[in-house]
């Protein structure tokens, strides 16, 4: 069990807009950076935001991520079928000393 | 260009041994702290284990602690995971990534392994 809480799925219409929600605690994304990767079935998981709102060169800027206290949001805007995936946080825990993913959000583009 | 190429993955036995390798290049793998990253079927991702740089400090999930150990080989530009006491839970594709301080950045594709009798 993710100690990262996402909800497991989530849609929308094309060209609409969805936010993923996750959520920690102080030992995680309380003190660290969040990430976000995209993962869709049988390819190559992509980082989509580093360092809670960063977005790596490449990454559209339809994709936005933002953090407070102990949970993060990542935002899509203008969805495209091509967006359906897997959508994971990650954090690193500074109690564990382990990095955490969260249990993944399930994106249709209906 | 960066390029991960996972290999090793196959069938073993409940109990076995197996090391995974990863064959790194277009980046300098001596000066970047590397992670394993697995899925297992139908799951989400789960972070492994993690190697900094020059292999001083390496870091696992509880569930592999004792069994699985990460290890490199800078001049070869590889990654490895050494793997003994499997266990069906185990079964997964396991991902090599860049990274581990703050984020992953580039991944590759992955090698399947499947425990089973």
């Known amino acids: 069990q993710s100690v990262l809480t996402q909800p497991p799925s989530v849609s929308a219409a094309p060209g609409q807009k969805v936010t993923i929600s996750c959520s920690g605690s102080?030992?995680?994304?309380?003190?660290?950076?969040v990430s976000w990767y995209q993962h869709l079935p049988g390819t190559v998981p992509k980082l989509l935001i580093y360092?809670?709102?960063k977005r790596p060169s490449g990454i559209p800027d339809r994709f936005s991520g933002s953090k407070s206290g102990t949970s993060a949001t990542l935002g899509i805007t203008g969805l495209q079928t091509g967006d359906e995936a897997e959508y994971y946080c990650?954090?690193?825990?500074?109690?564990?000393?382990?990095?955490?993913f969260g249990g993944g959000t399930k994106l249709t583009v209906l | 260009e960066v390029q991960l190429v996972e290999s090793g993955g196959t069938l073993v036995q409940p109990g076995g041994s197996l090391r995974l390798s990863c064959a790194v290049s277009?980046?300098?793998?001596?000066?970047?702290?590397m992670s394993w990253v697995r899925q297992a079927p139908g799951k989400g991702l789960e972070w492994v284990a993690m190697?900094?740089?020059?292999?001083?400090?390496?870091y696992y999930v509880d569930s592999v602690k004792g069994r699985f150990t990460i290890s490199r080989d800078n001049p070869k530009n590889s990654l490895y995971l050494q793997m003994n006491s499997l266990g069906v839970e185990d079964s997964a594709v396991y991902y090599c990534?860049?990274?581990?301080?703050?984020?992953?950045?580039?991944w590759g594709r992955g090698t399947l392994l499947t425990v089973s009798s």
């Open positions: 990534a860049t990274g581990g301080q703050k984020y992953f950045e580039n």
């Open positions: 277009g980046f300098h793998f001596s000066l970047s702290t």
């Open positions: 190697l900094k740089e020059d292999g001083s400090d390496e």
């Open positions: 102080s030992s995680n994304i309380g003190i660290n950076y």
């Open positions: 360092e809670n709102d």
């Open positions: 990650a954090a690193r825990d500074s109690s564990l000393s382990a990095w955490l």
